[in-house]
């Protein structure tokens, strides 16, 4: 079984200054333990919301850590210091809008506020970057709307082949494939 | 209780010309007056189709005037003159993909034609800038859709503190915020 | 009855190759002759997945040939070659995101793996241009979603008048209009 590389990073200025701990961050790593039957490595950042230095992590972990899959958390709402969505943006050669679509409509079962939320998900570099929201409720509510097609997209792009862990979620590729 | 100043854009050749009379302007004061227990203040312009105008008038409310709130109507049409949408992606700093999916999501409900309609949302200088479409009925639809997020929203970007009539309309806040 | 023209671009480096069939853009055809009453001119076109040629062949269409509609198929998933979103984002004058918003929708119903598809329409030069699916199940699926939408889209763009048979699909134009 394939060893997946996931990129974890928390864009957060107050998770980064040690004012409070990065629960958000962990909630991503545990959740994709109990997806995956894969061996996972993670390459976990916790870094301040400044839009250059979010752009090179996210350059970093694609192009040098070649993760398949690298998630962010935190800096998609609509204030001024939310800069995640840009960088995101800046940094994929390819958007894919269906994600935020498909996460704001889950997120919208629970909050009106789920509008407000920019997350947008994208290839850079050959790998899948999901933007999640900052908070860790939100977190897995979001992973569950979104996975089951990520498997399928990090094949397309040629990364590593996942196996979910079916009893907990189901990912699903096109017979044929 | 904070006084809220909206910025009510018609952009329509029509209406502008006077051939008509502007009933979309007026009906999204009267909507807001019934969803808001401040007292408002509004800056109602009423312009043609014409972007570089668009764009002019959206930057003089948001920077000079410091509307909490910019709402216009009109012009997100797939027709030559429909420019409203271009001239708001132009002029924010943050766009906000959820309002658009979210109006057109209402819209469907009434008309199949709702996905012709390239309504957006976003932040510029520190207003809340929606798009409406041209039509009165379509208008409180599109309101009753997104506004229970919207107080929220300026709360983030640092504006006015806006009470809702609950009969009429809930604001939605996260709560520990 | 007006004549109506309709570019039918296939991106496909396989069909191009002669590897396999176009099966899509005869199911492109073959269900537009069931949709329209009026009688049908197309433009066919099966190119490889090359973001220029994509491109040049978009302005052709609409340009020198003055299609009403053009529809592609292929080249919208996140693989590496996937980019007629691109060619298409970069021809248009305008963006209509409430088209992809809805075929992915559509396509939800039957696959979790339709967030993958970054579908999206747009007015290029006087054409309406739709991205479909390269799958022909999937491209049945997705024209019905939108297609009640396309013939007053294309009144608004100033193209020819579409008359659809009632018993397969029903278009929508607004009373009044």
Redesign the interface.
Known sequence: MDTITIGVVTTSDRAYAGIYDDISGKAIMEVMGEYLQNECVYEYRCIPDEQPLIETTLIELSRDKKCDLIVTTGGT????R?VT??ATLNVCQ?????????M?AAS?QH????????QTAG?CNGS?IINLPGKPKAIRECLDA?F??VP??ID???GSYMETDETVIKA???KGK
């Open positions: 709402g609509p204030a001024p939310d969505t840009e390819k958007i894919l809008p269906g994600f935020g679509e498909q704001r919208l909050v009106p506020t789920a509008i407000l939320s920019r290839i899948l979104v089951p097609a399928y997209c397309l792009i040629g699903f590729r096109p």
